[in-house]
């Protein structure tokens, strides 16, 4: 059974960078077919696309965020990372990381979500 | 970039109704469009994938049409634990979602 799971501080300070891991269980990183994405989801509200990343290290990002988003693989670990710089009100959200399946583009399995705040 | 549209925003439905959903997109996806169920506090769930193929575990009220612009996702049936919103989502060009159905009691 594939698993993830987000983990990362639920508080930032705006303007600093926002730093959230992916642990993933089940499944190997490093297995070709599949890419890891990071969707937001602002309460209340719809859910967008934040970007993702294939065992490569190739990634894609959105493109309203491209300027201050990376999205890396810790292969040894088993992980995936997004760190979102200058952060602002406006990036308070549950932030979910999920596996995507490349053939069909859907997104099968997902992470429980965590909730980050941006404090001024 | 694509993007993506639902109707009805909100759809009030009893237990045994049937219930269709639409997504549009802005340009031609092919089949390359998923639905997604989402309860309060929880992540989405995948019911269908590739527009009309039913995700392993999901009840076969479920089902999904379309191809290019045009979607629909159908509940033959609806049964209490399927009020929830709902949202579709492409994958032809980057993932972009759909702002969301929220089913919800009559």
């Known amino acids: 059974q594939v698993q993830l799971q987000e983990s990362g501080p639920g508080l930032v300070k705006a303007s600093q960078t926002l730093s959230l891991t992916c642990s993933v269980s089940?499944?190997?990183?490093?297995?070709?077919?599949?890419?890891w994405n990071w969707i937001r989801q602002h309460p209340g509200r719809g859910l967008e696309w934040i970007g993702n990343i294939i065992y490569s290290g190739t990634t894609s990002y959105n493109t309203s965020l491209k300027s201050r988003l990376t999205i890396s693989l810790d292969m040894s670990k088993n992980q995936f990372s997004l760190n979102l710089s200058s952060v602002t009100a406006a990036d308070s959200a549950v932030y979910y990381c999920?596996?995507?399946?490349?053939?069909?583009?859907?997104?099968?399995?997902w992470g429980q979500g965590t909730l980050v705040t941006v404090s001024s | 970039d694509i993007q993506m549209t639902q109707s009805p925003s909100f759809v009030s439905a009893s237990v045994g109704d049937r219930v269709t959903i639409t997504c549009r997109a802005s340009?031609?996806?092919?089949?390359?469009l998923a639905w997604y169920q989402q309860k309060p506090g929880k992540a989405p769930r995948l019911l269908i994938y590739?527009?009309?193929s039913l995700q392993s575990g999901v009840p076969s009220r479920f089902s999904g049409s379309g191809f290019g612009t045009d979607f629909t996702l159908t509940i033959s049936s609806l049964q209490p634990e399927d009020f929830a919103i709902y949202f579709c989502?492409?994958?032809?060009?980057?993932?972009?979602f759909g702002p969301g159905t929220t089913v919800d009691v009559k």
């Open positions: 340009q031609g996806i092919r089949g390359m």
């Open positions: 089940g499944d190997s990183l490093s297995r070709g077919g599949y890419y």
């Open positions: 590739a527009a009309s």
């Open positions: 999920a596996r995507g399946v490349a053939a069909v583009a859907d997104l099968d399995y």
């Open positions: 989502q492409q994958g032809y060009s980057f993932l972009t």
